[in-house]
């Protein structure tokens, strides 16, 4: 986990607010993903961002998810009107700025539990 | 759709014992990255395969990518309890920005 900083590493909100995710990727790295990850599964990718662009939103919800990476500062998932399934661990990873190699570097998640 | 399969699922062993996990799928893929995640965690990069046939070496663990870049696996020799944890393959999709992962495997390795 080279250097991904996500925050907060758990959350909790009850249904109907609002939850914000954080990543700052690693240093020299423009390229942010997010994924989230339920009980005994796997990860399912959500976003693509490069930095002031979303290159890749295919898995992320229409409704109530967005997510952005300014030009400065760390990138952000909203999840607006939280309700019971959005209950799982979410994760960003960043990549340097050579896609199709694959070394993406993952921060140690952020834990939502909505109540 | 493109899918990454991994066998076996779980996979429990003693210390000392050797095993194989695979990660098969019927497309092709540019590259493939094998991940370890521990509870808890996020997933950690431990090797990445690209070009077909190839085989890397990280300690004692041994990964391969198939002739046609449709297959990978993992061997791990003399397995320790430090190994255990889910091993999850991974790849880029052709012709977007998208990774798919690999549904996992998770090994426990007994002392």
């Known amino acids: 986990n080279a250097g991904v900083m996500q925050n907060p590493r758990h959350l909790v909100r009850r249904r109907g607010q609002e939850a914000r995710l954080r990543c700052s990727p690693m240093k020299g790295h423009s390229h942010v993903y997010w994924y989230r990850q339920l009980p005994e599964e796997g990860l399912k990718f959500m976003v693509y961002?490069?930095?002031?662009?979303?290159?890749?939103e295919s898995g992320m919800p229409k409704e109530r998810f967005s997510a952005e990476f300014p030009k400065e500062g760390p990138s952000i998932l909203r999840i607006q009107q939280v309700v019971r399934g959005d209950s799982a661990a979410y994760f960003c990873?960043?990549?340097?700025?050579?896609?199709?190699?694959?070394?993406?570097?993952f921060g140690p998640g952020t834990r939502l539990t909505v109540t | 759709t493109q899918l990454l399969e991994q066998s076996p699922q779980f996979l429990s062993i003693q210390e000392g014992e050797n095993l194989t996990v695979y990660c098969n799928s019927s497309s092709v893929f540019s590259s493939l990255q094998w991940y370890r995640q521990e509870p808890g965690e996020g997933p950690v990069l431990l090797v990445t395969?690209?070009?077909?046939?190839e085989v890397k070496k990280l300690k004692r663990l041994t990964f391969q990518f198939g002739d046609a870049r449709k297959d990978s696996s993992l061997h791990i020799t003399a397995a320790q309890p430090g190994d255990t944890g889910l091993y999850l393959c991974a790849g880029p999709t052709s012709g977007t920005y998208k990774y798919i992962f690999g549904t996992g495997t998770r090994l426990k390795v007994l002392a």
């Open positions: 990873a960043s990549s340097p700025p050579r896609l199709g190699y694959g070394e993406q570097y």
């Open positions: 395969v690209v070009t077909g046939g």
């Open positions: 961002l490069q930095k002031e662009n979303i290159i890749d």
